[in-house]
């Protein structure tokens, strides 16, 4: 599975400076350390997702315990990665109760 976060072209700009005039962007290696710090860092404390930089663009993979947490997810990666090919696998860990006994033989 795989949800493009955001494409932009090169022409895409990152944040801007204090002053107003567009920041020099950063590596995209940087970005994805800065993501990878939020991640584990923010409200999320999430361990279990990765994101690489690889052939020209950035693959987020993982699975976390909820719906709301990956959408945290691949907003923070929108926030961090504009301007960059993001592909996402980040799947939903199955937590419901079994509707059924396990029988074993």
């Known amino acids: 599975m795989s949800d ?17 005039s567009p920041k020099a962007p950063e590596a ?13 860092a923010e409200e999320l404390g999430e361990l279990g997702v990765r994101a690489e930089f690889r052939a020209g663009a950035v693959a987020v993979t993982g699975t976390v ?3 709301r947490c990956r959408e945290t997810v691949l907003r923070l990666a929108r926030e961090e990665l504009a301007g960059l090919t993001v592909h996402t696998d980040v799947v939903v860990a199955e937590t419901a109760r079994p509707d059924h006994a396990e029988e074993l033989w």
């Open 4 to 20: 493009p976060v955001g494409h932009q072209g090169p022409a895409a700009s990152g944040p801007a400076s204090a002053d107003g």
């Open 28 to 40: 995209p290696e940087y970005r994805v350390a800065h993501l990878q710090e939020r991640l584990a």
């Open 65 to 67: 315990p909820s719906a």
